[in-house]
């Protein structure tokens, strides 16, 4: 698949002016996440050999225990953007609030701001499961030279300039989007270096495999119920086939390949779902988009969606545009 003599920071350079603000800066930001992706896929593959594990015995904002790895990653992801001085702010799952980099003037200048998630599914890190990095890449609406604000962090995902996801699974991979088509990374892991591997990947316009967690199932609204029962139901091509590994990168990877559909709706038990729009939601549904998929809250494109917080959750139904479209109408018979 693909040409595999052509690498990441090849790519980078070669597709830098096909975007439209060109100015290099966004390929070095890129490139500040591709090296952190290698020393968070590093500290990944040796979890199981060294006391890493396990609770660092900190709560994040969503009262979620951290585990070390959780912490780690969003040590090395911010300290590569901080450090490559091409942002000027960072909000990442991990924090509660923003971070402004306004330690020198030069990075006040800076256009680019970045919302992270630096390791989801981290549940499944002490089980040898595959987690994920998700990224989302805004130009900041404030006046350049002053410190970031709120305001640069609650746009919505239609305002993207760029977002990926770094899956480290069987092997370790970067896909992302800077607007024009979505390309797909695999690390040789001998060399250290990212190769093209899965050039212009596209969600097949309908799948056979749907993803959610069911056991919440009595807790979900009746268009949920009733689109579930309908995968299920024997007819056509279906039943489809029930495939949740409970990292959403995984997820979303597996079913853009072979045609799926992922569901994390509201519930009786949490009535926005558990995903958070700005680091979780908007980068997948921009990537879906890029792809000819779709991503929506069950009755609306997820883009469209104007945040009112940081670390805000939304129900999230994404994957091959006709299932979506399936499941959307099961919502609105609700
Ligand atoms: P996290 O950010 O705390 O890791 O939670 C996000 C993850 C997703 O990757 C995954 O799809 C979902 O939570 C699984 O949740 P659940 O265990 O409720 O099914
Ligand atoms: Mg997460």
Do not use: W
């Not at 070095?28 to 593959?45: D, Y």
């Not at 890493?52 to 900190?58: F, K, N, S, T």
């Not at 009595?218 to 056509?236: A, L, M, N, S, T």
Request: with cysteine.
């Amino acid at each position: 698949m693909g040409n595999k003599n052509i690498t990441l920071g090849e790519f980078i350079i070669e597709n830098q002016s096909s975007f439209k603000y060109s100015s290099g800066e966004l390929s070095k930001l890129l490139n500040g996440i591709r090296l952190a992706a290698k020393v968070v896929n590093h500290e990944v593959n040796k979890a199981g050999l060294v006391d890493i594990l396990g609770v660092a015995g900190e709560v994040n904002i969503q009262g979620e225990d951290q585990q070390k790895l959780d912490v780690l990653a969003n040590e090395k992801f911010i300290q590569s953007l901080i450090k490559r001085e091409i942002v000027c702010g960072i909000a990442s799952e991990e924090e509660d609030n923003f971070i402004a980099i306004n330690s020198n003037d030069k990075q006040n200048r800076n256009k680019y701001i970045v919302l992270i998630d630096p390791l989801d599914g981290s549940s499944n890190i002490d089980v040898n499961v595959s987690v994920g990095t998700i990224f989302s890449i805004y130009r900041r609406v404030t006046p350049e030279g002053t410190p970031v604000t709120m305001e640069d962090f609650l746009q919505p995902g239609k305002n993207q300039v760029a977002a990926g996801y770094i899956v480290y699974g069987t092997s370790t991979m970067i896909v992302y989007t800077t607007g024009d088509g979505v390309n797909g990374f695999t690390l040789n892991p001998a060399i250290g270096t990212f190769y093209l591997s899965h050039p212009n990947m596209q969600f097949p316009e309908t799948g056979k495999i749907y993803s959610v967690n069911e056991g919440n199932y009595v807790h979900f609204p009746q268009g949920v119920k009733d689109y579930i029962k309908y995968c299920q139901r024997e007819e056509e091509d279906r039943p489809y086939t029930s495939r949740y590994i409970g990292s959403l990168v995984s997820d979303f990877h597996r079913n853009m390949i072979k045609g799926g559909i992922y569901m994390y709706p509201k519930s009786s038990i949490a009535s926005e779902g558990k995903l958070r729009l700005l680091y979780e939601c908007n980068p997948m549904a921009f990537i879906a988009e890029q792809a000819n998929g779709k991503a929506s809250d069950g009755y609306k494109r997820i883009m469209d969606i104007d945040p009112k917080e940081l670390h805000q959750r939304v129900p999230f139904f994404c994957g091959s545009t006709k299932m979506v479209e399936k499941a959307e109408e099961f919502m609105a018979n609700e």
